[in-house]
């Protein structure tokens, strides 16, 4: 049993599946001054995505994500894929996803919507564009978790 002094005390768990390098040591550079202690665990696949959220495989000792950060475009499985399953599956439909993406294209936008992402960020290519873009994702979304851990 979990009380409620440790749900104050803990991180908040964020699962980045991202195959850009480059965009993870970023996203976890924004992360580290966040105003609460943000663990930010990185998958690099669609499958690997699937895999850690239903602890299979390598994964079986994961913890649960308090939020999905979800890149569309990723190899083996795409990001719509990933969504689609988390969203089908009871145990994982209450995870909220961000979907953290370089795809402008309202078909994707509409496709992360239909498949009930919970919002559609447009990675900005500027390095101030992107904190404070994330400043968003921490003051909007990890605001929102903080409240139902209390």
Not at 32 to 53: I, W
Not at 70 to 95: N, Q, T, W
Request: a negative charge.
């Amino acid at each position: 049993m979990v009380t409620s002094m440790q749900k104050i005390h803990r991180s908040i768990q964020i699962l980045l599946a991202e195959d850009n390098l480059g965009d993870v040591v970023l996203i976890r550079e924004v992360f580290k001054a966040a105003k609460r202690p943000v663990h930010v665990q990185r998958v690099k696949d669609g499958e690997e995505a699937l895999e850690y959220l239903k602890r299979r495989g390598r994964f079986t000792e994961a913890e649960r994500p308090d939020l999905v950060l979800l890149d569309l475009k990723m190899p083996k499985k795409s990001g719509i894929e990933v969504l689609e399953e988390i969203k089908a599956d009871p145990r994982l439909v209450e995870i909220p996803v961000i979907v953290l993406t370089n795809s402008k294209l309202d078909s994707d936008i509409r496709k992360a919507y239909e498949y009930q992402a919970n919002f559609y960020l447009v990675k900005p290519s500027d390095l101030e564009e992107l904190y404070q873009a994330l400043r968003y994702v921490e003051d909007i979304w990890l605001r929102s978790v903080e409240d139902k851990m209390e």
